[in-house]
């Protein structure tokens, strides 16, 4: 199986054309979320190059912004409820999530990018993000859209397999 490679194009508008190819995984720096057309990203790579982005998940940070950059900030994360199925089985595990913070700082696209947990703490995990809060990142003082990882821990206060 092939590693999976990702254009970067100097115009979103072109696509055609790719002036790069990053591995999924590449460290970038999420700048803004274009417009037009709508779906791609502004991203800053390896040696300050910019460049945009569609359809992938790469490595973006959120507290790595550019200079001119400033990273949002939490208003409201309330953490995900555990679901009874979990509990009753002793589940615990990450989800490893994908979001985007609006201008407005709301959370308008979540995308799970670990393996299932299951027994509903996925959904538990998506569903509470989205609500979350921020106060939007900004670049020259205008706020902007961001793209980010956010991981959320499922553990179990009493380790049931310890017990055993």
Same mark, same amino acid.
């Given at each position: 199986?092939? /590693? ?15 002036? /790069? ?5 590449? /460290? ?6 274009? /417009?037009?057309?709508? *779906? ?28 001119? @950059?400033?990273?949002? !900030? ?18 615990? *595990?990450?989800?490893?999530? =994908? ?7 709301? @959370? !308008? ?21 989205? !609500? =979350?809060?921020?106060?939007?990142? !900004?670049?020259?003082? @205008?706020?902007?859209?961001?793209? *980010?990882? @956010? ?14």
């Amino acid at each position: 199986m092939s /590693e999976q490679r990702i254009p970067v194009l100097s115009d979103p508008s072109d696509t055609g054309s790719s002036q /790069e190819q990053l591995p999924c995984g590449a /460290e970038v720096t999420f700048l803004e979320k274009v /417009e037009s057309p709508p *779906g791609f990203s502004k991203i800053q790579y390896g040696g300050g190059k910019v460049g945009f982005i569609s359809n992938c998940y790469l490595a973006a940070p959120i507290t790595r912004p550019l200079r001119d @950059v400033v990273p949002p !900030t939490s208003v409201s994360r309330p953490e995900p409820p555990y679901t009874r199925e979990a509990q009753r089985n002793g589940l615990q *595990g990450s989800v490893n999530l =994908w979001i985007v913070i609006d201008r407005n700082g709301d @959370v !308008t696209d979540v995308r799970e990018v670990s393996r299932q947990l299951g027994d509903g703490l996925d959904n538990s995990a998506m569903d509470t993000v989205k !609500t =979350w809060k921020f106060n939007p990142a !900004t670049r020259n003082g @205008v706020p902007i859209a961001v793209r *980010g990882a @956010v991981q959320i821990d499922f553990r179990l206060a009493f380790d049931r397999t310890a017990a055993n």
